[in-house]
């Protein structure tokens, strides 16, 4: 009795790991082949407005005298720059820090207090874009001691965005439909579809264009000096996307 419940129970067995083999077998079968493709889309404009970033440092013996001297040149560099024709709104403070200064011994002793440095960054927002060189200039000689991440922008970046979205996609199924082609069928519908990202235009640091900064101050100290003159380039706005679609296989030959 004890023998046929064993071979009862091992039948059972068998019958259920080959039921189970050919469900798997089954289930993988029905699935329909896929193609996965990439596409990346870009857009170029024009910039229609800048932004930039203007240091105002001070270095005194006291912190009182640093900060003084900094909200001084702070008002004449923002009186010029209204003067170069920005308005109110288009000049803000973006920073303001006071450090103290130390000067560190070569034989390694106790650093030594030497003096503050005040620090005030100016945003100012360039509407015309012909008018840089002047603004760039006007700070630079009212006592601005820098000029840098410029920011070229354009007013309809969004547009661009969705544009290049749009490329992204049509390119991503132009290349599942040769490839689909290629192996002897056809695109069949589209499972999924997703972004990888849209990269819009970054901040470039002025110093980085053959050294106007330089140029600017040089400038300031000549009797006649040449105005600044700052070209922008196009903006490249990219996106790209991944996409999934059913394969359908061709007439078998």
Same mark, same amino acid.
């Given at each position: 009795?004890?023998?046929?419940?064993?071979?009862?129970?091992?039948?059972?067995?068998?019958?259920?790991?080959?039921?189970?083999?050919?469900?798997?077998?089954?289930?993988?079968?029905?699935?329909?082949?896929?193609i996965?493709?990439?596409?990346?889309?870009?857009?170029?404009?024009?910039?229609?407005?800048?932004?930039?970033?203007?240091?105002v440092?001070?270095?005194?013996?006291?912190?009182?005298?640093?900060a003084?001297?900094?909200?001084?040149?702070?008002?004449?560099?923002?009186?010029?720059?209204?003067?170069?024709?920005?308005?109110?709104?288009?000049?803000?403070?973006?920073?303001?820090?006071?450090?103290?200064?130390?000067?560190?011994?070569?034989?390694?002793?106790?650093?030594?207090?030497?003096?503050?440095?005040?620090?005030?960054?100016?945003? &100012? /927002?360039?509407? !015309?874009?012909?008018?840089?060189?002047?603004? %760039?200039? +006007?700070?630079?000689?009212a #006592?601005?001691t *820098?000029?840098?991440?410029?920011?070229?922008?354009?007013?309809?970046?969004?547009?661009?965005?969705?544009?290049?979205? &749009? /490329?992204?996609? !049509?390119q991503?199924?132009?290349?599942?439909? %040769?490839? +689909?082609?290629?192996?002897? #069928?056809?695109? *069949?519908?589209l499972?999924?579809?997703?972004?990888?990202?849209?990269?819009?235009?970054?901040?470039?640091?002025?110093?980085?264009?053959?050294?106007?900064?330089l140029?600017?101050?040089?400038?300031?100290?000549?009797p006649?000096p040449?105005?600044?003159?700052?070209?922008?380039?196009?903006l490249?706005?990219?996106?790209?996307?991944?996409?999934?679609?059913?394969?359908?296989?061709?007439p078998?030959?």
């Amino acid at each position: 009795m004890h023998k046929q419940l064993v071979a009862i129970a091992l039948s059972i067995c068998v019958v259920s790991a080959r039921s189970i083999a050919q469900g798997a077998s089954s289930s993988s079968s029905t699935r329909e082949p896929e193609i996965m493709a990439s596409g990346r889309g870009e857009v170029r404009l024009a910039p229609s407005y800048a932004i930039l970033s203007i240091s105002v440092t001070t270095r005194e013996n006291a912190a009182v005298a640093a900060a003084s001297e900094n909200a001084r040149k702070v008002q004449a560099v923002t009186t010029a720059l209204r003067s170069a024709g920005l308005s109110e709104k288009e000049v803000a403070t973006s920073g303001y820090r006071i450090d103290q200064n130390f000067v560190y011994p070569r034989d390694g002793q106790q650093p030594v207090p030497s003096g503050f440095t005040a620090n005030t960054t100016i945003r &100012a /927002e360039v509407r !015309r874009l012909d008018n840089l060189g002047k603004v %760039v200039d +006007a700070a630079i000689s009212a #006592g601005a001691t *820098g000029v840098s991440a410029i920011q070229f922008l354009a007013a309809n970046t969004e547009d661009a965005r969705r544009s290049a979205m &749009a /490329e992204a996609v !049509r390119q991503a199924r132009a290349d599942a439909e %040769v490839i +689909a082609r290629a192996a002897g #069928g056809s695109l *069949g519908r589209l499972i999924a579809l997703n972004s990888g990202g849209v990269s819009l235009p970054v901040p470039r640091d002025l110093y980085t264009a053959g050294g106007m900064i330089l140029a600017a101050e040089a400038a300031s100290m000549s009797p006649a000096p040449p105005p600044t003159r700052i070209i922008p380039g196009e903006l490249n706005v990219t996106a790209q996307v991944f996409g999934r679609w059913e394969f359908v296989p061709g007439p078998s030959r």
